[in-house]
């Protein structure tokens, strides 16, 4: 099983970054997706979910009308589009895919700053 995250880097606030997460090893469109992210300091935050079929998302209440979930089921692919992007969005991005058990990502660094 491997998430492999990538699209992060250094951006200015009020930019935008895209972060995929490319899925192999199982059944991606069986489980649902989500991004999580840690910064220093402080614990692990569910940012965004997506349910298996995609019909359903959710989001953390600080990234809601800025960061759009979405997933690929024929390329097992995850994405996150960040945009108008805060020093406080600043983190590191991990995708995870959940359904009787639970897969990690190594995460995707991102910061925001002038």
């Known amino acids: 099983v491997r998430l492999v995250e990538s699209g992060g880097g250094l951006v200015q606030p009020g930019g935008s970054l895209r972060l995929s997460c490319a899925a192999s090893?199982?059944?991606?469109?069986?489980?649902?997706m989500s991004w999580y992210r840690q910064a220093p300091g402080k614990e692990r935050e569910l940012v965004a979910t997506?349910?298996?079929?995609?019909?359903?998302?959710n989001y953390v209440d600080s990234v809601k009308g800025r960061f759009t979930i979405s997933r690929d089921n024929a390329k097992a692919t995850l994405y996150l589009q960040m945009n108008s992007l805060k020093p406080e969005d600043t983190a590191q991005y991990y995708c995870?895919?959940?359904?009787?058990?639970?897969?990690w990502g190594q995460g995707t660094q991102v910061t925001v700053s002038s």
């Open positions: 995870n895919a959940r359904n009787w058990i639970m897969y």
């Open positions: 997506m349910t298996s079929a995609g019909g359903t998302t």
């Open positions: 090893g199982f059944t991606f469109s069986s489980y649902d």
